[in-house]
């Protein structure tokens, strides 16, 4: 379970980082050039909240389960929620930079 919450946290934050996550793109493609910059940073801001929302719950959740043993093994079960932490601080992470950095994919597939 611990793989499979990392691989899919660490999926999830790259795909944010790669834009293929979170996002309309046809709404965004027929748009008009000042509303799909509006739409564009409209989604940067809703990763990053999601990101952070997600960041915040896995801290919360990794501290309570802390002191409480996975069953069958000497690991903290609050290990589980690691990879959440992680992958939400990533995604917020790369919707903030988005909102800020120039967007060079967005240029290169026009």
């Known amino acids: 379970m611990l793989l499979l919450n990392t691989a899919m946290s660490l999926g999830a934050a790259a795909a944010v980082q790669q834009r293929a996550h979170f996002g309309f793109p046809l709404l965004v493609h027929l748009a008009p050039p000042r509303l799909r910059r509006l739409l564009e940073a ?37 290990l589980m929620f690691l990879p959440l932490t992680v992958g939400g601080m990533l995604m917020a992470f790369f919707g903030g930079a988005e909102l800020f950095l120039p967007r060079r994919a967005a240029a290169e597939s026009r």
Not at 52 to 69: F, H, I, K, Y
């Open 42 to 78: 409209f989604s940067s801001l809703v990763v990053l909240g999601l990101g952070g929302v997600l960041a915040a719950g896995g801290v919360t959740l990794l501290l309570d389960g802390w002191n409480v043993r996975m069953a069958g093994t000497v690991l903290p079960q609050g």
